[in-house]
């Protein structure tokens, strides 16, 4: 079955810890993003990757990293300088990042502060 | 900067009409979504339309663009108990997308 897998479903991070949210995708697309969503709030950009080892800051990339060595996988690392961390962190795809940008979703990650 | 706004809540019978309004602002937007996302869920592509039409149906969803107003609406027909959900107007901007603040819609028999 060809998608986006996001792991873990659910992570808890302690005061001055990083964590690694995990994006992998089978769709062979060139295109991958990190939102975070906040209740009652629509998706925000944090990061988004337009081909393999090249991407750019979102709107709230601040307290956040990633990287895209291989084209299937674009992890998302939250940082201690992340003062909010508590969300739920979607990753999605799209073939290209030109034109009918369709973008494909993962099922999420929750994050909670410890 | 770009923005999407939506209603917040719309409530439907089952078996009625369900229309939920968005409007955008980016008059450069070539596609506009519209996205399904069930509790703890992630986001479920529903349809989309090309900044050049003003219509498309797809079974019993039925997209209107109005491109003069930047409006954009779903119908969604004969509404099932499975359509609560919250619905997502996206629109593209320069290679992003922008989101709306999502539409909660609750289905009471």
């Known amino acids: 079955d060809g998608g986006i897998t996001q792991s873990p479903k659910y992570l808890f991070r302690k005061e001055g810890q990083n964590v690694t949210l995990s994006c992998e995708q089978n769709?062979?697309?060139?295109?991958m993003y990190w939102y975070r969503q906040d209740p009652g709030q629509g998706l925000r950009l944090i990061y988004y990757?337009?081909?393999?080892?090249?991407?750019q800051k979102g709107d709230i990339a601040e307290g956040y990293s990633v990287s895209r060595e291989k084209k299937e996988s674009f992890p998302l690392t939250v940082t201690s300088a992340q003062k909010n961390p508590t969300a739920f962190y979607l990753c999605?795809?799209?073939?290209?990042?030109?034109?009918?940008?369709?973008?494909?979703f993962g099922a999420g990650t929750r994050l909670s502060v410890l | 900067g770009e923005d999407v706004e939506q209603s917040l809540f719309l409530s439907v019978r089952e078996g009625d009409s369900s229309v939920i309004n968005c409007t955008y602002t980016?008059?450069?937007?070539?596609?506009l979504y519209w996205y399904k996302q069930e509790p703890g869920a992630g986001l479920q592509l529903l349809t989309y339309?090309?900044?050049?039409?003003d219509m498309k149906q797809d079974q019993r969803l039925t997209v209107l663009l109005n491109k003069k107003d930047k409006h954009l609406s779903l119908r969604i027909a004969d509404t099932q108990t499975g359509d609560s959900a919250i619905y997502f107007c996206?629109?593209?901007?320069?290679?992003?997308?922008?989101f709306g603040a999502g539409t909660q819609v609750v289905v009471t028999p």
């Open positions: 769709l062979n697309h060139d295109a």
């Open positions: 980016d008059s450069s937007s070539t596609y």
């Open positions: 996206a629109a593209d901007s320069w290679g992003k997308l922008q």
């Open positions: 990757s337009q081909i393999v080892n090249d991407f």
């Open positions: 339309i090309f900044s050049n039409m």
């Open positions: 999605a795809s799209s073939e290209t990042y030109l034109a009918k940008n369709i973008q494909y």
